[in-house]
């Protein structure tokens, strides 16, 4: 089965920046990396799991959530099957747990998603 490992996470004071990177595994010959689109999801304490952002198997469908949107940049490398995410510009409420998933196709809905990984913390404050 695919499996998904989160690094990056921590500590940040607003306006600062941290990229998290996800390494992907577990794909076959048949079942490749760059078949399937890729996302991050947040979730703060008391609120349900959001999408971040999401870029389909192409790359030619990239999608932000507003609030993030001039701030973050999501991108993928097919060759060693990584995803990251870059995070400029830091805000408190951006606070949360952070996940890289995969699927067939981007969805706000976090049922379409059969791999994810453990989640990474990251914190904005001073």
């Known amino acids: 089965q695919l499996q998904l490992v989160e690094s990056g996470g921590g500590l940040v004071q607003p306006g600062g920046s941290l990229r998290l990177s996800c390494a992907a595994s577990g794909f076959t010959f048949r079942n490749t990396f760059r078949n399937y689109a890729i996302a991050w999801f947040r979730q703060a304490p008391g609120k349900e799991r959001e999408g971040v952002s999401c870029?389909?198997?192409?790359?030619?469908?990239?999608i932000y959530k507003h609030s993030v949107k001039d701030r973050f940049l999501i991108s993928r490398d097919n060759a060693k099957s990584t995803m990251a995410l870059q995070m400029n510009s830091l805000k408190p409420e951006d606070t949360a747990n952070y996940y890289c998933?995969?699927?067939?196709?981007?969805?706000?809905?976090?049922?379409?998603?059969?791999?994810w990984g453990q989640g990474i913390q990251v914190t904005v404050s001073s």
């Open positions: 998933a995969v699927a067939l196709d981007c969805s706000q809905h976090v049922g379409n998603y059969p791999s």
């Open positions: 870029m389909n198997a192409s790359g030619f469908i990239i």
